[in-house]
């Protein structure tokens, strides 16, 4: 196996620039679907009617599917989150843990 390093910190970094990302496109998926299609019917009138009802449903999924890609964010962020956590703690513990080990064989850490 090789050698492992990871800085905790960079992966907080990480992490908040993936917090970031989510709500960044959290807030570009609160359109308003109807406000768009309202401001588009005196345009199309009634012959555009099934085209702007289409247009509708589209918009609607888009919002949806920004909403998942925003939730793939946070959830990849609270990971990293935790992950930069369990790294920092396992390094303070196995340093406490030969600390003491060297302290009990009479050297000094």
């Known amino acids: 196996m090789a050698d492992v390093s990871v800085e905790?910190?960079?992966?907080?970094?990480?992490?908040?620039?993936?917090?970031g990302v989510a709500a960044d496109l959290s807030s570009r998926a609160g359109f308003d679907v109807a406000a768009?299609?309202?401001a588009a019917t005196p345009t199309?009138?009634?012959?555009?009617?099934?085209?702007?009802?289409?247009?509708?449903?589209?918009?609607?999924?888009?919002?949806?599917?920004?909403?998942?890609?925003a939730g793939k964010f946070s959830s990849l962020s609270d990971a990293s989150f935790k992950t930069s956590v369990a790294f920092e703690t396992t390094d303070l513990s196995n340093a406490?843990?030969?600390?003491?080990?060297?302290?009990?064989?009479?050297g000094a850490a």
């Open 8 to 19: 905790p910190s960079a992966v907080a970094a990480f992490a908040a620039t993936n917090a």
């Open 36 to 38: 768009s299609v309202s």
């Open 44 to 69: 199309f009138g009634l012959i555009g009617a099934d085209y702007l009802a289409m247009f509708a449903a589209a918009q609607i999924l888009q919002a949806k599917d920004i909403n998942d890609v």
């Open 96 to 106: 406490a843990d030969i600390a003491r080990q060297a302290a009990g064989i009479g």
